[in-house]
Nanobody, 126 residues
């Protein structure tokens, strides 16, 4: 089993920045990919970014050039640096992990991720 705990959410004005963290514990050696997803009220959960064990990253088109995913393998921590935030970035942000081998699953397939955190709220005001 793997446990994921997110932190770093908050309220910012448009154009501001936030840095999310996700601490992983448990059987982390089984994890080959981690990702960030978000869900706004009344909308489906959407993939934001993913990073595999070789630090290859993928981003949703809506966040490319503004968000950066990174990881600290020693501390088993995933990060999401979010810059130039927009009101449409508002939502609950979830960290997820998968033991899938061969690169990260597509961001459009959240069901491919085995473990999920409880989420951290991000609110961007205009």
């Amino acid at each position: 089993q793997v446990q994921l705990v997110e932190s770093g959410g908050g309220s910012v004005q448009a154009g501001g920045s936030l840095r999310l963290s996700c601490a992983a514990s448990g059987y982390t050696v089984s994890i080959h990919c981690m990702g960030w997803f978000r869900q706004a009220p009344g909308k489906e959960r959407e993939g934001v970014a993913s990073i595999d064990s070789n630090s290859n990253t993928r981003y949703a088109d809506s966040v490319k050039g503004r968000f950066t995913a990174s990881q600290d393998n020693v501390k088993n921590t995933l990060f999401l640096q979010m810059d130039s935030l927009k009101p449409e970035d508002t939502g609950m942000y979830y960290c997820a992990a998968t033991s899938y081998i061969g690169g990260c699953p597509a961001l459009e397939t959240p069901d491919a991720y085995d473990y999920w955190g409880q989420g951290t709220q991000v609110t961007v005001s205009s």
